[in-house]
């Protein structure tokens, strides 16, 4: 799932965003419509972090935002710049991955009872990672504000037009109890064949018998997720 980066026509400005989908074209094509200036394919970021992805631009370039253009569009000083900008990401995307891979190994191995003194890097970090936790303790506190704002303007509707949806969903909840009291005999028979209900082996070789008995006696659960406009491209 990328962050892609687009550009009007030979212009300097460029515009950043983020899809769930493979096909950057057909994003492409979608904002392509009432617009103008042809929008060209200048980069494309690969990450997992999407959301880290489009937020770092979105810090880094506050004062680079078109006028009138949306909070996507920048205006770059030069070609370069841009290019200079997404290296950036990466960069910092290369030291993660590497930094996430070294934890990865010394988690698998013991732990001495030797404690190390901090140096000035260390308090430095540390002193930077207490900002973030403290940062992230009132953003999410803000976030959770505003969405219920958002949800209570929605109210019974489905949505707001091009801001969010609110949509109740029901899903099917499989029930053993239901299908034990239901089928008692088919219960106990599947149930002396696999010592349990839900497991890969039984749905493995049984996949028709599996999804019928599962979509069969299930309970109706019912939830409704706030999706915001960028969580629909």
Not at 97 to 114: F, G, I, M, P, W
Not at 195 to 201: A, E, G, H, R, S
Not at 209 to 226: A, D, M, W
Request: aromatic share 10%; with cysteine.
């Amino acid at each position: 799932m990328p962050v892609y980066i687009f550009r009007e026509g030979t212009s300097n400005i460029f515009k950043i965003g983020l899809t769930r989908s493979e096909d950057v074209n057909s994003r492409r094509a979608q904002l392509q419509t009432g617009n103008s200036v042809r929008l060209i394919p200048f980069d494309c970021i690969d990450t997992e972090h999407l959301s880290a992805c489009e937020a770092f631009f979105h810090r880094l370039l506050p004062t680079r935002r078109v006028p009138g253009g949306g909070r996507d569009f920048f205006r770059m000083d030069s070609e370069e710049h841009m290019r200079a900008t997404i290296e950036q990401f990466r960069e910092m995307n290369e030291r993660l991955q590497n930094a996430r891979s070294n934890v990865q190994e010394l988690s698998k191995s013991e732990s001495t009872t030797t404690l190390l003194s901090p140096t000035r890097e260390d308090e430095a970090l540390f002193a930077r990672l207490l900002e973030i936790r403290q940062e992230q303790e009132y953003l999410h506190f803000e976030r959770e504000l505003i969405e219920c704002q958002l949800k209570s303007r929605i109210g019974r509707a489905a949505g707001i037009k091009g801001i969010a949806t609110w949509k109740s969903q029901v899903s099917r909840m499989y029930s053993e109890e239901i299908f034990r009291n239901a089928d008692p005999e088919r219960y106990q028979e599947v149930l002396e064949r696999y010592y349990c209900l839900d497991v890969k082996t039984w749905k493995a070789q049984r996949p028709d018998e599996y999804s019928e008995i599962q979509k069969t006696y299930y309970v109706p659960r019912i939830s409704r997720p706030l999706k915001l406009r960028g969580d629909l491209s």
